[in-house]
């Protein structure tokens, strides 16, 4: 199996900003598409930032020139890094990956616990 273990989320005030990072670990052989998902209250979940393994990113439209993400392949570690925080960016953000735990099986889709974002004057 793997884990996703996320950190860096909190409290921030409208234009402030916060760092997550997702630190993968576990049956790991290649990790190919990861990415970051956020949950608001009582709404679907929805892909914020994505990044493959050729690190070619996608952004939902509302977070594009605030949110950057970046993997680290050595590391097996994705980051989010948000600034211009906006109080509806507000939400529980999780990390998401592809992640082939041998050269025979099809990529396992793997999700983190979560971590509160909460921005708010």
């Known amino acids: 199996q793997v884990q996703l273990v996320e950190s860096g989320g909190g409290f921030v005030q409208p234009g402030g900003s916060l760092r997550l990072s997702c630190v993968l670990s576990?049956?790991?052989?290649?990790?190919?598409?990861m990415g970051w998902y956020l949950q608001a209250p009582g709404k679907e979940r929805e892909l914020v930032a994505g990044i493959n393994s050729g690190g070619m990113t996608s952004y939902l439209d509302s977070v594009k020139g605030r949110f950057t993400i970046s993997r680290d392949n050595t590391k097996t570690t994705v980051d989010l890094q948000m600034n211009s925080l906006k109080p509806e960016d507000t939400a529980v953000y999780y990390c998401?990956?592809?992640?082939?735990?041998?050269?025979?099986?099809?990529?396992?889709?793997?999700w983190g616990q979560g971590t509160q974002v909460t921005v708010s004057a």
């Open positions: 576990g049956n790991i052989f290649r990790v190919n598409y």
């Open positions: 998401n990956a592809a992640v082939y735990n041998d050269y025979r099986s099809p990529a396992g889709d793997y």
